[in-house]
């Protein structure tokens, strides 16, 4: 099993310190503590024994060169949403939690840009930017509880990644405490900026292992003025494909999202959550949306579309929804599917990149292989983005199937040279598989960036990166 560190344990000392550095904010009750050490999954559980709730970037760094200098270990939490198991501690680690910096600090309506703290929940956010005309440039499930930090930290994709890129581009800056308490700002809000090297980008998608970010300046699109959904049934994964190729030529600019699940997904939404599906019963779906800013033209694009899907045989039957209410209904098909997947049992879940044209074998394949021994084996994902999620339920936890399923799933994605976590990170749960998607040499400088920034490796440890040195022992 995994060994904890030799990091400092926390005396009254320390808890002293940190109740007169913010009084009422650091917690350690342990009934309190209890939903911020388990996971959104209840798939991985910590015993930290002190929960810390900072509201500036002068605060985090002052517990941060406190940490630094104690030696004590530090888990850094947003909305603790992740699918990774990199959110919670894994043993005692002080959880710095962004849940009381909910800031906005500024919006510029001429540039689209939202200049805001690290805990503000994505929602919200969005909220108070279509009251603007805008919108946040990303969406997902989670967004009810997710915060922008812990977005940024996983570098999340989503469901509008086909549309508005990821979150590479359209983080402008970012405000930053590396482990030693150092503030670093490079909270620029510029579209371009090539002074140097882009150190921003070292954060994003880091989960919490090199800094702990404290304000995100991001670039918002206008909010569109015209939205449809379709929702459609396809015959098998080919037409699938298809219908996303003549879709992508025939509405341009306008194609906002393009998500597939399998009937399997389907039927699970309908028995756990007592959804209905709106169309008749198919091996595949998909949720195409269109966002424009003409009603009339973006809806004679989407019907020649969906005619033209139509008699070519590659959609049999379909929705399609320009009414608020009705377009929240189909979203939820997908958007609640990981919920639902929750409530079949326990879930193996691998979030994978992969040509699109194999995409769904890796489904096939696995239960295949599986056959009794799962409950279910269903396929959904962000089809416009080459990214499946591959889930697998099962009534209990049982080291059999986990090792019917690894490395095989890892290996399959490697011989195609898909990517083992296309947009959920690596956390506590797959960083020892990072080999099967990065060379040994990209390892190895992930390491060295990692020892330069968090010299005592404080931040988040046992997440993401396998234990230094890896040279020898990845191979
Ligand atoms: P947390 O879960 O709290 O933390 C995630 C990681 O980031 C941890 O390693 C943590 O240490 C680190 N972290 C958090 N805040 C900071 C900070 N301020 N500074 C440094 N490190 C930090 N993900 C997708 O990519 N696409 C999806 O479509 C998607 N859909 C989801 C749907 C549901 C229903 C659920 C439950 C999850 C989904 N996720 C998805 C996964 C998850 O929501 C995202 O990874 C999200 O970005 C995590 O944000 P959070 O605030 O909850 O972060
Ligand atoms: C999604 O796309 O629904 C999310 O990434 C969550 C999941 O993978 O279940
Ligand atoms: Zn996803």
Request: with cysteine.
């Amino acid at each position: 099993g995994l060994r904890r560190l030799p990091f400092a344990r926390l005396g009254s000392g320390d808890a002293a310190f940190f109740e007169s550095l913010m009084p009422g904010r650091a917690c350690s009750n342990p009934e309190e503590l209890k939903s911020f050490n388990v996971d959104w999954l209840k798939s991985v559980r910590g015993c930290s024994e002190l929960l810390l709730k900072p509201k500036t970037a002068a605060e985090v760094s002052q517990v941060l060169r406190y940490c630094h200098e104690r030696n004590l270990a530090v888990s850094p939490q947003g909305g603790n949403t992740g699918l990774v198991g990199g959110s919670v501690p894994v043993f005692d680690e002080i959880i710095l939690s962004t849940a009381l910096m909910n800031q906005i600090i500024s919006f510029d309506p001429v540039s689209g840009i939202l200049v805001c703290q690290a805990g503000c929940i994505l929602e919200k956010l969005n909220e108070y930017l279509e009251e603007r005309g805008f919108i946040m440039p990303l969406d997902l499930g989670a967004k009810g509880s997710c915060h922008i930090g812990g977005n940024v930290a996983t570098n999340a994709g989503g469901l509008r990644l086909l549309r508005y890129g990821s979150l590479r581009g359209t983080v402008l800056g970012l405000e930053v405490v590396l482990a030693d308490g150092t503030v670093l700002d490079c909270l620029a809000s510029l579209r371009k900026d090539n002074t140097g090297y882009d150190l921003k980008q070292l954060f994003i998608g880091s989960e919490g292992t090199l800094g702990v970010i404290t304000a995100v300046s991001i670039l918002c699109p206008q909010k569109p003025k015209a939205v449809n959904l379709a929702f459609l049934g396809c015959q098998d994964f080919s037409r699938v494909q298809e219908t996303f190729t003549t879709c992508r030529a025939m509405l341009g600019e306008i194609l906002s999202a393009f998500e597939f699940m399998d009937e399997k997904c389907m039927e699970l939404v309908e028995k756990h959550l007592g959804l209905s599906n709106p169309v008749r019963g198919s091996p595949f779906y998909v949720l195409i949306e269109t966002s424009g800013s003409n009603s009339s033209h973006d809806e004679e694009k989407l019907n020649s579309f969906l005619e033209q899907a139509m008699t070519s045989g590659l959609v049999t039957d379909g929705t399609v929804a320009v009414d608020d209410k009705k377009i929240k209904a189909l979203w939820s098909l997908r958007e609640r599917i990981t919920e639902a997947l929750t409530r079949d049992g326990c879930v193996y879940k691998y979030d994978i990149s992969l040509p699109v044209g194999k995409l769904y074998d890796l489904v096939t394949d696995t239960r295949a292989r599986l056959g009794q021994s799962a409950k279910n084996v269903v396929g959904y994902g962000h089809l416009g983005d080459g990214n499946l999620h591959l889930n697998i339920t099962a009534e209990s936890y049982s080291h059999s199937l986990l090792d019917a399923i690894e490395p095989f799933v890892y290996e399959w994605t490697a011989r195609y040279n898909g990517s083992i976590s296309a947009e959920h990170g690596l956390g506590f749960k797959k960083k020892q598989f990072i080999q099967y998607s990065k060379p040994n040499e990209a390892i190895f400088l992930m390491q060295r960036f990692k020892a330069m920034l968090d010299p005592k490796g404080i931040l988040n440890p046992y997440k993401t990166l396998p234990p230094s040195p890896s040279a020898d022992t990845i191979a």
